[in-house]
């Protein structure tokens, strides 16, 4: 493992619940049109990468497809599996999954590869446990992001915390941008074909502690930055950040926060 997926599972390690409650609500956006990509339907043999919560395999199941389902936090696994019961849940991590060559008709991957230390090679994966014209589908937040992805980061500096030494980040020859073209061409050097990019743009409507809940548990990596001065730290971050909502607020408090995604897809 890179040192960015070392930190990854420090970060996530039990988490689950807090996620499930909080920024799972906002990665579920774009669960329809991730399985549309991946021309999920009725029967179509699935693997959801990275599950979460269990958005992407409740929905699928919906759908009638035939889902398995596997993450790298052994927490998500317990969610999800608790949310899609019957489900075949695992424990795996990119870029080695436990599954054969060509296994599904289809392999999706909601904001997973924001959370690997060689996307590429994650992709190659996906690739090699989808047969011969099927279909992989990620997603992944856009750099840079929308004003409202970017609301709690804008607290914790001006509360004057830093970023954790530990927190690492992908390697500089590992990275790619993270754009639209960014994105296509990362599936085409993973051999995937008949390659499309799209941006995704929604607001995020929530309530103001709702939103906060998140971070001051600790989730994601915002969260270790919240969190990296103790108490403390996020207490001053929170003053911050209860004066930046106004920007966001509506007339009956509600946030409304701007976000931006980008979907690819590609052939095997």
């Known amino acids: 493992m890179t040192a960015f997926d070392v930190s990854e599972r420090r970060i996530w390690d039990g988490r689950a619940e807090s996620y499930a409650r ?45 889902v398995r389902a596997v993450d790298a936090e052994p927490g998500m696994v317990a969610v999800t599996r608790k949310a899609a019961p019957g489900v075949d849940v695992r424990n795996g991590s990119l870029p080695q999954l436990p599954y054969p060559d060509g296994e599904f008709d289809a392999v999706v991957a909601n904001f997973v590869l924001n959370h690997v230390g060689r996307p590429l090679d994650a992709l190659v994966e996906l690739r090699r446990i989808t047969r011969p014209g099927g279909r992989v589908a990620v997603t992944i937040w856009q750099v840079p992001g929308g004003s409202g992805q970017r ?78 001065r103790g108490p403390e730290g996020v207490a001053a971050a929170k003053r911050e950040y209860d004066v930046l909502c106004e920007e966001f607020a509506s007339e009956h408090g509600e946030l409304t926060l701007p976000h931006l995604a980008l979907l690819a897809q590609g052939k095997v």
């Open 22 to 66: 909080t920024f799972a609500l906002l990665c579920a956006r774009t669960v329809p049109a991730l399985l549309d990509a991946a021309a999920v339907g009725s029967g179509t043999r699935l693997l959801d990468v990275g599950c979460g919560s269990g958005s992407v395999t409740v929905a699928a199941v919906g759908r009638g497809a035939v």
């Open 151 to 228: 609301l709690v980061g804008r607290a914790a500096e001006a509360a004057g915390l830093v970023r954790p030494d530990w927190l690492a980040t992908v390697d500089e020859e590992h990275n790619f941008p993270r754009t639209a073209p960014g994105l296509a061409a990362l599936l085409t050097a993973a051999g995937l074909g008949d390659v499309r990019s799209e941006p995704l743009s929604w607001d995020h409507r929530t309530d103001a502690e709702d939103w906060w809940a998140g971070p001051a548990a600790g989730v994601a990596a915002i969260g270790q930055l919240v969190n990296s």
